[in-house]
């Protein structure tokens, strides 16, 4: 398997323009979660779901953040219109259930809001 | 939730063991401990975890004390290649019923030649 597949991998866009994160989960898994990494606050959880279904959006930092998963193999975080504080890596992970089983992360989403 | 603490870093020589501590003295009786470790900018990678008994796998072994209040993982024969940040994480179970991982900041890890 190729693995959680994230894109773009960079994105350098302007404040107020809308951008639009990608993620195709490892083939199989049901739970798919995005996480946001700056050096300020860390790796923070911003929603997951399960079988296309949000379950706990409670990370996400506000209305200019939206998820959707339309379907097992594809889904998007948007953001709009975007901040110069939203600069961040944003991961996506998959994973097989979510009693012991793992988390696989994919490769990230390096944004810059100039 | 739970929280983690960690040494923000650490060196280890090369082909030496790497022990890694964590603090979690807040943990529940049902939440697990996972490490997992970030190379560079990559995505982080799992290494193993944990929930009261000792574990081990290819790549690490983890210890929990008996008051389940903080672990250590061991890489037993450190490489260049282990260079990396390593995070402890305790997955919680919240209120709404469901799982999420609460990462702590972690331990950078230098190996040295």
């Not at chain 2, 650490?10 to 943990?27: F, K, Q, V, W, Y």
């Not at chain 2, 290494?47 to 008994?53: A, M, Q, V, Y």
């Amino acid at each position: 398997d190729a693995g959680v597949i994230q894109s773009p991998r960079h994105e350098v866009t302007e404040m107020g323009q809308e951008v639009t994160l990608r993620c195709k989960p490892i083939s199989g898994h049901d739970y798919l979660f995005w996480y946001r990494q700056t050096m300020m606050r860390g790796l923070e959880l911003l929603i997951y779901f399960n079988n296309n279904v949000p379950i706990d959006d409670s990370g996400m930092p506000e209305d200019r953040f939206s998820a959707k998963m339309p379907n097992a193999s594809f889904s998007t975080l948007k953001i709009q219109p975007s901040e110069p504080r939203d600069s961040a890596v944003y991961f996506c992970a998959s994973s097989f259930g979510a009693g012991q089983e793992t988390q696989y992360f994919g490769p990230g989403t390096r944004l810059l809001v100039l | 939730d739970a929280k983690t603490t960690q040494p923000p870093s650490m060196d280890c020589a090369e082909g030496r063991a790497a022990n890694l501590p964590c603090n979690h003295s807040t943990i529940s009786g049902n939440e697990y401990v996972y490490w997992y470790r970030q190379i560079h900018s990559q995505g982080p990678q799992y290494i193993i975890h944990g929930l009261k008994n000792n574990e081990t796998n290819e790549m690490a072994s983890l210890i929990i004390t008996e008051d389940r209040k903080s672990s250590t993982l061991i890489l037993p024969h450190a490489t260049l290649r282990d260079t990396a940040v390593y995070y402890c994480i305790v997955r919680v179970l919240t209120t709404s019923g469901t799982y999420k991982y609460i990462f702590g900041t972690g331990t950078r890890l230098k190996v040295l030649a």
